[in-house]
């Protein structure tokens, strides 16, 4: 529990706990479009709160490491797209 705490507490360093309303597609960041459970598979913004996945720790501590750990890895490897970013057709 220990390793979940210090996750979460990096991931409120790194601003990763935004969360979204149900009818948001695309992330408020990096404009990506949202997983399923409102995660950001680019830059890592969680968009669920934070105390959600604080309730999730206590009965999946497992889980919980592994949606936070890799939230903080993909913000730590994200780079903004400078100017110039292409438009979807």
Known sequence: ???VAKLMAEARS??????????????SNCHT????????PSCGLI???EAE????????PAG??????DAIAKRRAY???KEGRPQAT
């Open 1 to 3: 529990m220990a390793d």
């Open 14 to 27: 790194l601003d990763l706990f935004k969360p979204h309303g149900a009818f948001e597609v695309h992330c």
């Open 33 to 40: 479009r949202l997983s399923p459970m409102g995660d950001c």
């Open 47 to 49: 968009g669920r709160p």
């Open 53 to 60: 996945l604080e309730r999730r720790a206590k009965s999946d």
């Open 64 to 69: 919980v490491q592994k949606v936070v750990g």
């Open 79 to 81: 780079k903004p797209m």
